[in-house]
């Protein structure tokens, strides 16, 4: 199935009270364990991309290129969409260009008259491709890309205006951080999830920070709204762990354990494990359409 937007995703999801994750990839073996998790979990899914990991894979039309190849390749039949991570409005106007069926501009850190200026611009660009736009309000707590949230909680009454701007999707803080959490994080902010609810009826929420959060916390969200969960640090703490585990093993130094088709193999299998697992909690196993 070609890529496709996130709108159809979220319907869905909504109306089937569960959540799609999206799944940050950064390199051609993440990329796959994402899409063979999908494909086996027959779920729908989105690959979402930071601008720096766009970067480091070379440009937003490598990612465009390789991602499209590899559904082909693969024969993945789930829906996929690949969406831009926290995007500038650059970044956001130059995924559209380049092909992404999605994208997240992330102006949170604008003042508001800011963000909702630039989301609007963002929404006007993204419609005439065809595209999706995730809007956020409230900055996510934690660092991402060297981008360190506070991990504010939205403003029901913020998030009322940028929803009626035409977005699809809306990342609003509830206490949510990127990264592992601390010992001592109080936890979802429900309360305020209830509130953003009733201020955006119908707008399928989203929830950054999907990492380290307890799964029946996770699927009260669900319950709450929320369509969409994104999980990154994660994906890689599995990674490096099932990785270091195989060099601490010496298997790299075993025959051709060095070849890094053999190395990176566990790593591999460990993104695709996280992945099947959060799917499970998600809801989305058996949902792709
Ligand atoms: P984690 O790295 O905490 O899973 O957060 C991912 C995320 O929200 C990407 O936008």
Aim: hydrophobic share 45%; aromatic share 6%; glycine share 10%.
């Amino acid at each position: 199935m070609p890529l496709v937007n996130a709108k159809e995703m979220m319907l869905k999801a909504k109306e089937g009270h569960y959540a799609v994750g999206a799944f940050n990839i950064n390199n051609l073996e993440w990329t796959k364990a994402i899409l063979l998790a999908a494909e086996e979990a027959k779920s729908p899914v989105m690959l979402g991309v930071s601008e720096g990991a766009n970067k480091y894979m070379t440009g937003y039309t490598t990612v465009v290129a390789m991602v499209k190849a590899m559904i082909e390749a693969l024969n993945i039949t789930v829906p996929v969409a690949l969406h831009l991570d926290h995007g500038t409005y650059e970044g956001a106007k130059a995924c559209l260009e380049a092909g992404y069926s999605s994208v997240m501009f992330d102006g949170s850190h604008y003042d508001f008259a800011e963000n909702v200026e630039k989301t609007k611009e963002v929404v006007a660009l993204a419609k005439e491709k065809g595209a999706t736009v995730e809007a956020e309000v409230g900055s996510i707590g934690g660092e991402e890309d060297g981008v360190v949230g506070m991990g504010e909680c939205a403003d029901p009454n913020e998030c009322a205006k940028i929803a009626a701007l035409g977005i699809d999707m809306l990342a609003a803080g509830i206490g949510n951080i990127h990264g592992v959490y601390p010992e001592n994080w109080p936890g979802l902010r429900f309360d305020v999830l209830e509130k953003i609810k009733e201020a955006v009826p119908g707008m399928p929420l989203v929830l950054h920070g999907g990492t380290g959060i307890p799964a029946e916390m996770v699927q009260k969200a669900i319950k709450l709204g929320v369509c969409k969960v994104n999980v990154n640090t994660e994906c890689q703490l599995a990674f490096a762990k099932a990785t270091r585990e195989y060099i601490e093993a010496g298997k790299d130094q075993v025959k051709k354990g060095f070849d890094p088709r053999k190395l990176l193999a566990p790593g591999t299998e460990a993104i695709k494990q996280t992945v099947l697992e959060k799917m499970e909690i998600f809801g989305s196993v058996g949902k792709a359409f």
